[in-house]
Structures are given as structure tokens and as C-alpha cells.
């Protein structure tokens, strides 16, 4: 009788975006990283470690195939020309699209799921939702609830994607633009007329400008901007795109807790 094949987990993993890289890292399985994209910055070794093969939407399809990779991890809709090049290379990919605080532990579960540690993903989910548990009852002890402006680019501007406004509810604030946190894409997400925001009147603006360091002068020259509370109160921070606008571990540690400093500062003050 034939014995049933064991599964065979993939050993060679390229990770076409931080997140995946991210997660693989904190669960003690980065060995099974072969190639990474040049925009990785957490862990900060993994730059020296492992070889880059891509950008954000582009890559070297020649170098990925030269490191023989049994499974690429990619990144919404924008990688979708990448991911159909590396089929048709006969490449296994797997592509998320998480967008919301729960997609991103349901993708971590699913990576751990791939390479055959559920344990590990288990675990990692776990200490995650510890945190945002930590967070969220103490921001729930908090005097006053200040109303966040989350900028996600200053031209167009565009607000928070889905998992920053949960963030903010989170460590206790208020998402002005809760209603456009729904929109995975950032031309749904664009402030039409820049006098939208004075209406809304924020006591906190978070600037995350996705790469881009941040010009505060930019943002308080705007007409009418002076007459905000967040402006006015000088109450304008910056959290580095790093630590947030990546849908994976970093935002719901370092984004989250940078986010709820803020918050509690102006709380405490309010």
C-alpha cells in the first residue's frame, strides 16, 4: 500500500512586502526567508540579511526565479501585474488583502497555517490582541475623548485606511473621517476640498505621509487650517509610516502605542 505523502512546507519564502517579513521574524521562522522587498524596515536586520528582490508594484521577476523560491507572499490589488508574472513562472504565490485590525490577525494566522507553525501564529496573534486589550481598557479610563485627524498624504489629501481608524478608536480617540475608513483605496480616501477638515474640527492632527517626511509647515499654512483646536493648541505630531501604514504586527504595537500617547497627553490636559 502507498503510504499518504506528508505535506511539505515551503522553505523558501520571499516576502514581497514588511508585513509578512514582520510576522516571520517574530515567530522565529525568518530562515524560511529567502528575498525581501527594498522598503522593509522592520526588523531592521532583516536589510542586511536578506536579498531584495522588489519594490512596492514592481520587481525582478529574474531574481526571484534565480532564488527559487516555493512560496511568494503578496500584497493587495497593487501587486497584481507581479503576482500574475510569477504564476505563469509556475511560482506558488499567496496574496492578502487585509485592510482591518481582524484581517491582519487573520493573516498572520493564515501564514503560520502555511508554513505548518498554526502554534506559532497563535501565539503571536495572541500577545497582539493582549495589547490592544491593554490599550483599550486603559484608554477607556481617560477624562475626554479628543477627535483625530489622521493624514495618510498631504496632496491630495487623504485620510486614514481602515486599520489606522480602529487604532484610533482604540487608544481612545475619535476618527474624523470614520466614514471614508471603509475604502481600501486611497482615491476613495481624498479630502475633495481642504476646508472639509476645518468643519470637522479635530483637537489632534496625526500626520503618516507613506514614506514622506513630514513638512508641518505645509499643513499650518492651509487656508483657514489656524482656526482648528489642533492647530491652534500646536497639538500636530507625526507617527512614522514604518510603525503604521503597514497592515501587520508594527501598527498594532508601536502605530497603536504611539497613538494612545498622544491621546492621553491631550486627555490629561483637556
Not at 490589488?77 to 505563469?88: G, H
Amino acid at each position: 500500500m502507498t503510504p499518504v505523502p506528508e505535506p511539505k512546507w515551503p522553505e523558501r519564502i520571499i516576502c514581497l512586502t514588511e508585513e509578512t517579513t514582520e510576522a516571520l521574524y517574530l515567530m522565529g521562522e525568518d530562515h524560511r526567508i529567502v528575498g525581501i522587498s527594498a522598503y522593509t524596515m522592520r526588523p531592521e536586520r532583516a536589510r542586511k540579511e536578506k536579498t531584495k528582490v522588489s519594490a512596492f508594484i514592481t520587481a525582478r521577476t529574474d531574481k526571484i526565479l534565480a532564488l527559487k523560491p516555493d512560496l511568494v507572499l503578496a500584497f493587495s490589488d497593487m501587486q497584481a501585474d507581479i503576482v500574475a508574472d510569477l504564476i505563469k513562472q509556475g511560482i506558488q504565490v499567496h496574496c492578502f488583502n487585509h485592510r482591518s485590525v481582524s484581517e491582519i490577525l487573520q493573516m498572520i494566522r493564515t501564514l503560520s497555517g502555511l508554513i505548518g507553525q498554526p502554534e506559532k501564529g497563535d501565539k503571536l496573534v495572541n500577545d497582539l490582541q493582549s495589547n490592544l486589550s491593554k490599550i483599550k481598557q486603559q484608554a477607556a479610563k481617560l477624562p475626554a475623548q479628543p477627535k483625530v485627524y489622521f493624514e495618510e498624504w498631504f496632496d491630495p489629501i487623504i485620510t486614514g485606511i481602515g486599520w489606522v481608524s480602529e487604532l484610533i478608536e482604540i487608544a481612545g480617540g475619535i476618527d474624523c473621517y470614520q466614514e471614508f475608513s471603509t475604502q481600501s483605496l486611497a482615491k476613495n480616501r481624498i479630502v475633495a476640498e481642504p476646508s472639509d477638515v476645518i468643519a470637522k474640527q479635530p483637537d489632534i492632527y496625526i500626520a503618516s505621509w507613506c514614506g514622506r517626511k513630514f513638512d508641518q509647515d505645509k499643513v499650518t499654512s492651509r487656508e483657514g487650517w489656524q482656526t482648528i483646536p489642533a492647530i491652534k493648541n500646536g497639538d500636530i505630531y507625526e507617527i512614522n509610516s514604518t510603525d503604521i501604514l503597514q497592515p501587520g504586527p508594527a501598527a498594532l504595537t508601536d502605530g497603536v502605542e504611539q497613538l494612545a500617547k498622544i491621546i492621553k497627553q491631550w486627555a490629561e490636559r483637556a
